[in-house]
């Protein structure tokens, strides 16, 4: 029943910015010429979140298809192909999500596997060995509040994989990669629609099979490289911190922040 709706997306947080500045912990050891992806391979408690849950064999080779092809089988794509017209009360919210994560792991494991071929490290659980046959490199899960942003800013790259349960969604990675000193490369998202669109451009693909050329041409070093990731920090830490959105959140409602 709103009438009036600001959407609020996430931002850098300030320590973000000095705490990839903190020494080189071992956790970020050894990765500079390394595509770095950090992440659980599901979230905890996903099996009994969608338990009794099902899908179509059909469905679930078109989406594949899909993502080969450089398309985005998201929520609301499952949602109309599952016919889910009231998603709740009731279970159809959780079988449409079903869909979505399943075919969002299909997609972070075919991307992971394309990335192999640039020398992948994966910081996560070892379920990422059953999902990607090619990963050599996977190292323990990392606390965000740990070495998180060092390993941002030492990987040579860090590879962004946004969950198809987020339609046109952006991740912590979109933001905190940039504000800790690191160079981001990310999937085509509509979520990057947020950024300049020739910076967007810069960093994204649409395919698993775009992300090694990708990683080479932005490779430490490379021409672009220094000059793309200081237009993103310098738009991150100008436009998308949290005291920002704080901001426009304030200005929404007719309030003033008080300093």
């Not at 910015?17 to 956790?27: I, K, M, R, S, V």
Request: glycine letters at 10%.
């Amino acid at each position: 029943g709103a009438e009036r709706v600001f959407p609020r997306p996430l931002a850098a947080g300030q320590q973000m910015f000095t705490a990839g500045n903190l020494g080189l912990p071992e956790a970020a050891q050894g990765l500079g010429d390394q595509v770095v992806f950090v992440g659980r391979s599901r979230f905890p408690g996903r099996d009994d979140f969608f338990a009794a849950q099902s899908l179509p064999s059909g469905l679930q080779a078109a989406a594949w298809a899909m993502l080969q092809a450089g398309q985005r089988p998201d929520y609301a794509w499952w949602r109309r192909e599952l016919g889910a017209d009231r998603l709740w009360p009731g279970t159809e919210a959780r079988r449409v999500g079903l869909g979505a994560e399943t075919s969002a792991e299909a997609w972070r494991a075919g991307c992971l596997e394309a990335a192999c071929a640039a020398h992948l490290t994966v910081f996560g659980d070892a379920r990422w060995h059953e999902l990607v046959p090619g990963l050599a490199a996977l190292r323990p899960e990392v606390d965000y509040y740990g070495p998180l942003p060092a390993i941002y800013r030492h990987a040579g790259l860090t590879l962004n994989l946004t969950s198809l349960l987020l339609p046109h969604g952006l991740t912590q990675r979109h933001f905190d990669v940039w504000a800790a000193g690191g160079f981001l490369i990310s999937d085509a998202t509509p979520g990057l629609d947020l950024f300049p669109a020739d910076l967007a451009r810069e960093i994204r693909f649409e395919r698993p099979g775009d992300i090694p050329a990708l990683a080479t041409r932005l490779r430490p070093g490379s021409p672009r490289r220094e000059e793309v990731r200081r237009e993103f920090a310098a738009l991150i830490a100008r436009e998308h911190t949290y005291e920002k959105r704080v901001g426009a959140l304030l200005a929404a409602v007719g309030l003033e922040r008080r300093a």
